[in-house]
């Protein structure tokens, strides 16, 4: 079972930043959270993933609270391109045999114009 | 660079006929993952392999379904006798050698999937 738990939808206005958020209470020392999202009828996308400091690529930032029980991915101008299920995923860095991901239900987010 | 590739896109089988779904990884990932997405449903995990061997293959039924990874050439996926119930996309995903500290390089890259259909 998915160790994370997220709301099943939000939308938002096109231009807007769109703000998923995550909790994974039960998270481990040693587990990172990882964000994927999958258009519709596509492979899923990788997005950004981090331990415990916030992290911020060319499509997203992570916003992980302090505790770690929490995080926010952060989609700052969403776009029509970006209406997805977006994932929230935490496993263990470095891959390996825990290397696999667990997908939950993710958040189908809805961009409107 | 080129990212996973995945053929056929989309396959017709009737049932009782073998499914070969192939998987070519990114360039330079020696990990491939094989996961399964049933109608309107999320993407659960099959089998994890590395070149040659078979790693973890915990989510993938017992029966009818083998996977491999040879040293020269793709993934195979492989499904035996197929029924409707596996009638699913299965995507296949790749990463690079992992590495030990901030778990760079160890994301998961997904190729377009493969439809399969069982008539």
């Known amino acids: 079972d998915a160790k994370t738990t997220q709301p099943p939808s939000m939308d938002c206005a096109e231009g807007r930043a769109a703000n998923l958020p995550c909790n994974h209470s039960?998270?481990?020392?040693?587990?990172?959270v990882y964000w994927y999202r999958q258009i519709h009828s596509q492979g899923p996308q990788y997005i950004i993933h981090g331990l415990k400091n916030n992290e911020t690529n060319e499509m997203a930032s992570l916003i992980i609270t302090e505790d770690r029980k929490s995080s926010t991915l952060i989609l700052p101008h969403a776009t029509l391109r970006d209406t997805a299920v977006y994932y929230c995923i935490v496993r263990p860095g470095g891959g390996g045999s825990q290397g696999n991901l667990i997908f939950g239900k993710g958040t189908k987010l809805s961009v409107k114009p | 660079n080129a990212g996973v590739m995945q053929n056929p896109r989309h396959l017709v089988r009737r049932r009782g006929q073998e499914a070969r779904l192939r998987c070519s990884p990114m360039?330079?990932?020696?990990?491939v993952y094989w996961y399964r997405q049933l109608p309107e449903e999320g993407l659960k995990f099959m089998v994890y392999?590395?070149?040659?061997?078979?790693?973890?293959e915990s989510g993938m039924p017992k029966e009818r379904f083998s996977a491999e990874f040879p040293k020269e050439g793709p993934s195979i996926l492989r499904i035996q006798q197929v029924v409707r119930g596996d009638s699913a996309a299965y995507f296949c995903?790749?990463?690079?050698?992992?590495?030990?500290?901030?778990?760079?390089?160890?994301?998961?890259?997904f190729g377009p999937g493969t439809r399969l259909t069982v008539l």
């Open positions: 392999l590395q070149k040659e061997n078979i790693i973890d």
């Open positions: 360039k330079g990932h020696s990990h």
């Open positions: 995903a790749s990463s690079a050698q992992i590495a030990l500290s901030r778990g760079l390089g160890d994301e998961q890259f």
């Open positions: 039960t998270i481990s020392g040693n587990e990172y």
